[in-house]
């Protein structure tokens, strides 16, 4: 009777984690098929023809070319900037104890709570006040800006994995912080770097709302936002060339994650670092 009732049991998690697998994959399955689909619609079908005419219609410069470009010069600079300044920040966070640590800790992980529709208003009337208003700069500082709170304190729990008695040794050498920090702390978290790096640019690639404020000009619109001219009007939408687009806007994500996907689990390697 209980091995009845443990196999029931497995059964209806194995259906349950199978339930969860299609809620992900069908979505994936509809991208994938309707990309190559003439006829393409909402249903999850196999294409009666195998076309490329939709991948055709979007490769041009002003579909698919420029609105990856900016989407890469926005991302790319961002993700950029949110990794070095997070590294200034966690470093001290994580080598100086202070009674301010724990609360400044709180604080901005409070920030990653706050909705950014809620800010958008005050942060547009800044923006205006300052010319920073439909500018590249100034929308990377934001995107930047909004991904430092989180940022931080995933890079200050790695930070705190490196032993300090290494940067110890350093200083004794006559390293200097700056020096310690870049030359011993950073190389040996190299899969914490991966994870705030692919984490920041997943998070800032889908973004939609923020450049869709921010930027005004038709020629600086990341893909993000140019992925709504798709939606015609009445109701209308063109699904296989949306499709099409939906595949070319993954792509640089997924190259990205198979890039640092040995770093990822690569581990910190730092056994018998400390040793003798």
């Not at 296989?240 to 939906?246: D, E, M, P, V």
Request: glycine share 8%.
């Amino acid at each position: 009777m209980p091995r009845n009732r443990h196999r029931s049991r497995r059964l209806a998690a194995d259906l349950g984690l199978l339930v969860v697998a299609a809620a992900f994959v069908l979505p994936l399955a509809w991208v994938l098929l309707s990309a190559v689909d003439p006829h393409a619609d909402l249903r999850v079908r196999i294409p009666d023809g195998f076309t490329f005419a939709n991948f055709d219609a979007i490769l041009t410069p002003d579909i698919t070319y420029t609105p990856l470009l900016n989407s890469l010069i926005l991302c790319g600079g961002a993700t950029a900037l949110t990794v070095v300044c997070a590294a200034l920040a966690a470093y001290p966070l994580s080598r100086y104890r202070s009674r301010l640590n724990r609360p400044f800790l709180l604080s901005i992980l409070f920030a990653t709570s706050l909705p950014i529709t809620a800010i958008m208003v005050p942060v547009y009337a800044l923006f205006v006040r300052i010319n920073l208003i439909d500018t590249m700069q100034g929308t990377i500082l934001f995107f930047a800006a909004s991904q430092l709170p989180f940022s931080i304190w995933l890079m200050k729990n790695f930070m705190d994995g490196v032993p300090k008695e290494l940067e110890e040794a350093a200083w004794t050498d006559g390293a200097g912080s700056a020096q310690s920090l870049v030359r011993i702390v950073l190389p040996l978290m190299g899969p914490g770097l991966a994870v705030v790096t692919v984490f920041a640019f997943v998070m800032m690639w889908g973004n939609f709302f923020v450049p869709f404020m921010l930027l005004l000009s038709p020629d600086q619109m990341p893909a993000s936002v140019s992925i709504n001219d798709f939606f015609g009007n009445r109701g209308t939408v063109a699904y296989g060339q949306l499709a099409a687009f939906s595949v070319i806007y993954s792509t640089p994500v997924i190259l990205l994650y198979v890039l640092v996907a040995r770093r990822l689990g690569g581990g910190f390697a730092l056994g018998g670092a400390v040793k003798g």
